[in-house]
């Protein structure tokens, strides 16, 4: 046999060439990296004693819209792997099958792998919320070739704008995918080992972790094809909710429109007023005095010399008006919100961006303080211009981007103040863009670089399906609160009243009190201050409505 010269390639950690030697054809024999088995049972058992609470990562009910992506491992081009919902499921409308196949032709060292992997953006999980593990169904068969390797991905060196996959740690079960029937897979975080990273000693950090791979592997280099249901991605916490108080409504928002100003039902607002005085809410937020979008051209109130949209093109609706004289007659507190602008999602690393958004709020401001800088229900002024904690599509993460934005809100406040010197309400909006220590962290820069704000409304985005009301929002608040204290903000929370969700689809409607209750019970731990969002779905007649009035009268 002719001897040529081969390389034989060993792919560690990034993919480093580690090893290059000659040898003859018939030598050739790559050795497979070992797959340890990291399963210990005294961990599991920890994990069943103390688990409190979960909340699910992935429910796996759905192909389409779903998280995450399916794909054949770098090293392994002749696999394959393909998914879709089944009916059979252990949890929610549907699992995962997942079928496979092994061609045993990797072309590395490493064993040939199909893998499902999920990156968190926005609304993400932060698994170091009282941490315990993971949970999963699965649904194998005897005949299914391949082992379970579940990868966290993380970035110890994580800051805001920035997360790379600078690590991986793996747990791995060589027996789970054999077994006949549903089985419930606990996972202890604890029996994660490093697979590859960026130094030797890299350690798990659960609040740098920002996603996950299911592996199938073929430890044994054969071919052969299998399939497996997966069900109900979890984590479990050792949580333990505690609602010692007992929380209530203080306000609430309401965002005008033409229907409010054409329908005559509408002209009661004494009556809405004694009503939600009733039940202990004495304030509203008119969350924009100049309409948002395509009713920009609209003014709320009277006596406007907004003129940005052009001579003659700027209409009255004085819907305002009408709220201030009722909340006069029932003292009833009307906050005021300013211009329904919106940030340049482009620009947002642009100074002019701000300046033509800070001109027009100077004219509302102006035209309010004329008309209620007297008056005896007016209350505050709300800085309309919501922004939230994520980078996607666009956000303030990175650090010159979060100084415009405190520069601008400290403008725009600043100038309100002047005019009046009521009090300067915000209302984020809670996506979770980073993980919740470091959310906090960048709440903490942003408010203690901005001045002349009083309160800040977190809103909880519990109207979305995007957050678990139970592990997300605690872990959450109490950091975001922390950083609010901390630049002597006041801080409170925007409950949604209102659900819809994307996918599934499902129309916007107003919650029952029962879906609200919980937002109401988690929030009242951590703030007296909590507002609604919105008249539109909790009014007096709602199920949400009537339910609060029972709930408040069963307090007194």
């Known amino acids: 046999m002719t001897l040529k010269n081969m390389l034989v390639i060993q792919y560690l950690a990034f993919g480093t060439i580690v090893a290059l030697c000659s040898c003859s054809d018939d030598d050739i024999d790559i050795h497979r990296v070992a797959l340890p088995e990291t399963v210990n049972q005294d961990a599991v058992a920890y994990v069943e004693q103390n688990a409190k609470d979960t909340k699910v990562i992935e429910n796996y009910d759905f192909t ?6 399916m794909s054949v491992g770098e090293n392994s081009p002749s696999a394959a792997i393909s998914g879709q919902t089944v009916e059979d499921a252990k949890e929610g409308l549907g699992a995962l099958a997942v079928n496979y196949t092994f061609a045993a032709k990797s072309i590395s060292t490493e064993p040939e792998y199909v893998t499902m992997k999920e990156i968190w953006g926005n609304y993400r999980t932060d698994l170091s919320f009282h941490p315990l ?36 740690f793996q747990y791995i079960n060589k027996s789970i995918l054999q077994q006949d029937g549903w089985q419930k897979l606990i996972i202890p975080y604890e029996s994660f080992q490093l697979y590859k990273g960026l130094a030797p000693d890299d350690k798990l950090n659960l ?20 399939t497996v249901y997966f069900d109900a ?28 100003y054409e329908n005559p039902e509408y ?23 100049v309409g948002y979008g395509a009713e920009n051209t609209i003014s709320w109130y009277s006596g406007s010399t907004v003129g940005w949209n052009g001579e003659g093109v700027q209409t009255e609706c004085p819907i305002i008006d009408k709220i201030m004289n009722a909340a006069e007659k029932t003292g009833f507190k009307i906050i005021l919100g300013l211009n329904g602008g919106d ?43 919501e922004f939230h904690d994520a980078k996607y599509p666009a956000g303030w993460q990175e650090e010159n981007k979060r100084k415009l934005l405190s520069d601008y809100l400290t403008r725009v406040a600043t100038f309100a103040k002047s005019k009046c010197n009521k009090p300067v309400y915000i209302a984020p909006a ?38 678990d009301v139970r592990i997300d929002l605690p872990n959450y608040y109490g950091y975001i609160k922390k950083a609010c204290e901390e630049a002597g903000v006041k801080f409170g929370v925007d409950i949604e009243s209102f659900f819809y969700s994307y996918y599934p689809p499902v129309d916007y409607r107003a919650k029952t009190w029962a879906e609200l209750e919980e937002q109401l019970a988690v929030a009242s731990q951590y703030t007296d201050l909590i507002t609604n969002f919105s008249w539109a779905t909790f009014k007096p007649g709602y199920d949400s409505f009537e339910g609060y009035r029972n709930y408040y009268n069963s307090l007194k």
């Open 64 to 69: 389409d819209g779903r998280n995450y992506v």
């Open 430 to 467: 809670l996506w979770r863009g980073m993980p919740a220590e470091m959310c906090g962290e960048w709440f903490g820069a942003l408010l203690k670089e901005t001045e002349n704000v009083d309160y800040m409304y977190l809103q909880d985005l519990g109207g979305r399906s995007l957050v």
């Open 133 to 168: 593990g993971l949970s999963l169904w699965i649904k194998g068969n005897r005949q299914n070739p391949g082992v379970l390797r579940v990868m966290l991905i993380q970035d110890s060196k994580m800051e805001p704008g920035i997360q790379m996959e600078n690590q991986y």
């Open 343 to 385: 940030y340049n999602i482009e620009k947002l690393d642009d100074k002019w961006t701000y300046d033509v958004l800070l001109a027009r709020n100077e004219v509302v401001a102006g035209d309010l303080a004329r008309k209620y800088a007297d008056h005896p229900s007016f209350a505050g002024w709300y800085i309309t211009e």
């Open 233 to 260: 991605l979890e984590q479990v916490t050792s949580y333990q909710h505690q609602y010692e108080k007992k929380g209530k409504f203080s306000s609430m928002f309401i965002q005008l429109n033409k229907v409010y």
């Open 267 to 289: 002209d009661d607002w004494e009556t809405y007023f004694t009503e939600c005085k009733k039940v202990g809410i004495d304030t509203w937020i008119v969350q924009y005095s």
């Open 207 to 226: 609040s740098k972790v920002f996603g996950y791979r299911i592996d199938i592997v073929n430890e044994k280099d054969e071919s052969g094809t299998g």
